[in-house]
């Protein structure tokens, strides 16, 4: 069945440090691909996507590329702030609903 | 606010009771979602509905649990003879399907519903 593999957190970076958050999936033909991003107090939102092979998805200075050969889609910021101190959630689309990795915690401190 | 609403915040119950969790999505989406979420993990899919229509069950889905969208609006998940092991965040989200202009995957989710089993 479908399913997503996170590294487990928390990861504890300092701000401005670079930021991976690695992912990877296992799934029957060539399912779209999202982080979602829950900050302290709120619902799960959308950070960004993509819907086929060799597509960035981006969004707030986040990146993630839908690499098919690897399984993956490794969420990516160059310089993290602070305010990005959240849960992110790595999912595929399977049949009509998403399926979920288990989140991996970022701490950014100033 | 327009966004997806969920009560109660927060339940406590003693084994065996019943609750019931309402979800009013956002006032246009056709799609409405229900998971689970413990902690650690990440969002469980329970069922969805196509407006008043419920289209998919999780196969982890007890008989305990049923839910229901008259009118295709709002949404309640009710949970009879809890165990403790239903502790969960329940998380209600909706969405406009494709052909609806919806955009692929994007759901909207509530702040969910906290149910504590004692």
């Known amino acids: 069945g479908n399913s997503v593999t996170q590294m487990e957190g928390p990861v504890t970076l300092s701000e401005e440090a670079f930021l991976t958050i690695n992912c990877t999936y296992t799934?029957?033909?060539?399912?779209?691909l999202f982080w979602y991003v829950q900050y302290p107090g709120e619902g799960l939102q959308l950070l960004l996507k993509?819907?086929?092979?060799?597509d960035k998805g981006s969004n707030k200075g986040f990146e993630a590329t839908y690499r098919k050969e690897t399984t993956s889609f490794h969420l990516e910021k160059g310089s993290v702030q602070v305010s990005d101190s959240a849960v992110y959630f790595c999912?595929?689309?399977?049949?009509?609903?998403?399926?979920f990795g288990t989140g991996t915690r970022l701490l950014v401190s100033p | 606010d327009t966004g997806v609403s969920q009560n109660p915040r927060h339940k406590i119950t003693k084994r065996g009771q019943n609750v019931t969790f309402r979800c009013d999505p956002i006032?246009?989406?056709?799609?409405l979602y229900w998971y689970r979420q413990t902690l650690g993990q990440g969002p469980e899919f329970l069922t969805y509905?196509?407006?008043?229509?419920?289209?998919?069950k999780s196969r982890l889905l007890s008989d305990r649990f049923s839910a229901e969208r008259p009118k295709g609006s709002f949404s309640t998940l009710e949970i009879q003879r809890t165990e403790q092991g239903d502790s969960a965040m329940y998380l209600c989200?909706?969405?406009?399907?494709?052909?609806?202009?919806?955009?692929?995957?994007?759901?909207?989710f509530g702040e969910g519903s906290r149910l504590t089993v004692l």
């Open positions: 989200a909706s969405s406009l399907n494709y052909s609806s202009g919806g955009l692929v995957g994007e759901l909207f």
């Open positions: 799934a029957t033909g060539y399912p779209s």
């Open positions: 993509a819907t086929k092979a060799d």
């Open positions: 999912a595929l689309k399977g049949f009509q609903k998403l399926v």
């Open positions: 006032s246009e989406h056709n799609r």
């Open positions: 509905f196509q407006n008043e229509a419920q289209l998919e």
